[in-house]
């Protein structure tokens, strides 16, 4: 079946300007992620969902931050007013059940703030 | 401060031999730990898992041990291939719904 789909693949905005990342998880997946991954480090927790609750937002580094899963399905990532240090590849990614469940990732948005 | 992190940055090995790829973890209540394999543009992608009660699992071509006493991880990856190259990360699962991952080993697979 299909994976974790996330777009756009790239996205190359000015300082200052408003972004959102969009991330399809795997049909039925009631958990869903968001990890940001900087050059040469792992992905680092950001915000979780189960279900269409944010369940745990507490790795969001700051206000400019924001994700919403309105039906449970399809989450989307906003970060406001981007900062060049917002450059990043933005990883989600899914799984059946919350907790200690195997998390499937997509392929990544690389966000490049100029 | 804790933190999930690898001994080794790179690893080179000739292809066919086995290797082995180390984490340590420093959360004694961490009770499950995934391996990832990252390829260049690539989200990570699963290899294996194992849970605190087990000390190893194996799978296809790949085995993972769990050393709790000295808080340690291990994959090793056997007769490994050129497709074996990429970024192995170690992932630590501390509050249920969290994990943390190490800054990754990155294997080189010589032809």
């Known amino acids: 079946g299909a994976g974790v789909s996330q777009t756009p693949s790239n996205k190359v905005t000015e300082k200052g300007k408003y972004v959102e990342l969009r991330c399809d998880p795997i049909?039925?997946?009631?958990?869903l992620y968001w990890y940001r991954q900087s050059l040469g480090q792992g992905p680092e927790f950001l915000i979780y969902?189960?279900?269409?609750?944010?369940?745990?937002d507490s790795g969001l580094p700051n206000d400019r931050f924001f994700a919403v899963r309105p039906e449970g399905s399809v989450s989307t990532l906003k970060i406001q007013r981007t900062e060049r240090g917002d450059s990043a590849v933005y990883l989600c990614?899914?799984?059946?059940?919350?907790?200690?469940?195997?998390?499937?990732f997509g392929p990544g948005t690389r966000l490049t703030v100029l | 401060g804790e933190s999930v992190g690898l001994h080794l940055p790179t690893l080179s090995v000739q292809e066919g031999d086995n290797s082995i790829i180390n984490c340590a973890y420093s959360?004694?209540?961490?009770?499950?730990f995934i391996w990832y394999k990252q390829e260049s543009g690539k989200g990570p992608q699963f290899i294996i898992d194992?849970?605190?009660?087990?000390d190893k699992r194996q799978g296809q071509r790949v085995t993972v041990l769990l050393n709790k006493t000295v808080k340690h991880l291990s994959l090793q990856i056997a007769a490994t291939q050129p497709g074996d190259s990429a970024v192995y990360f170690c992932?630590?699962?501390?509050?249920?719904?969290?994990?943390?991952f190490g800054s990754g080993t990155k294997l080189n697979v010589k032809p």
């Open positions: 049909s039925g997946h009631t958990a």
């Open positions: 992932a630590e699962n501390r509050n249920f719904n969290k994990f943390y």
């Open positions: 969902f189960q279900g269409t609750g944010a369940a745990d």
């Open positions: 959360n004694s209540a961490s009770d499950y």
């Open positions: 194992i849970r605190s009660n087990m």
């Open positions: 990614a899914s799984s059946p059940l919350a907790g200690t469940d195997t998390q499937y």
